[in-house]
């Protein structure tokens, strides 16, 4: 279940040897997508690595004995609040539209903290469940709560004072953030963390966001008419107004604030790819190059200037060199900004 609602099936396997790691799991999408492949439980499977990171289910090997198998039914209920799901026209997946849902509640916080977005340190994935659980904390709006209720949470387990003040000095410190990491945490459906800060950077804030018709955001580059209805869905809800509202009282920061020193245009024109195992983030070395003017990409081709690699680089190393392709180390790729 993932904080719009949406369900994504995976496939539970035997453990196996990948491109580095061991396997147990593996993403199937959607039940159209299982469907296709006329998967079945206890069935053998062929996985790969998608982009050499994503476990993927690509095929299904059929024995003798394989027509004898369960054939796989889509759920029609959420598996955490069991809500009837529903299927938007003209896509395949499908969602649970219960905003009540605990699931997507959970989900909504842990990606409201997360690193890309408010980057709230002390509130990962198995603190929002404590919270939750314990019902300290039940909306992203709750986050900025927290200083009210230290005692409940010195009564939890593993919860210490200096973990506390931890976490609520982090809470403080994201009251400061730009809009773009504010306006990708709030998870409106399409939303990237790119398309947050290209909103941004052309809007300024919030409220001007607020106003803005679906015209105005499909004339954006990189916006378009799909993630523009998004917009102009999201924002015309009461609750999400609500929302907005709420944390403005709380002293969160909703414009851009452009503090970036000016950065050598070094990589413009340039595309890059990145693959493999390195010291941060992928999201790290995406930023570094962004700001020098040069794109990212998820595939190797003929326009690929450069590849960066790390350990366990797989197939994108292999068609970086079919093409001639330049590929850079991390250490050489740390020389190169220098």
Known sequence: MGRTGKITYNAKLAPVQLAG?????ATLNNAQFIQSLDLRVGGKVKVKKAGDIIPEVIGVIKGKTYAKLPVFTPLTHCPVCDSLLEKNTGE????????GCPAQI???IEHFASRGAQNIVGLGEMIVVQL????ILTDVVGIYELKDKV?????LDKFG????????????NSKQNSLERVLFGLGIRHIGSKTALILAKEFRDIDTLMQTSSEAFALVEGVGEVLAESLVD???ETKNQHVIQALKGHGLNFHYLDNSPITPQTFAGQTWVITGTLSHPREYFEAIIQARGGKTSSSVSTKTSYLLTGENSGSKFAKAQELGVKILTEAEFDQLIK
């Open 21 to 25: 790691t061991t396997v147990s799991a």
């Open 151 to 155: 005692d409940r949470l010195l009564a």
């Open 92 to 99: 395949v997946d499908q969602y649970c539209i219960n905003i």
């Open 234 to 236: 999201w924002f015309k």
């Open 106 to 108: 959970k989900r909504s």
């Open 161 to 172: 004072q200096k973990k506390v003040d931890n976490l609520l000095t982090s809470i403080e």
């Open 132 to 135: 939750y659980e314990n019902q």
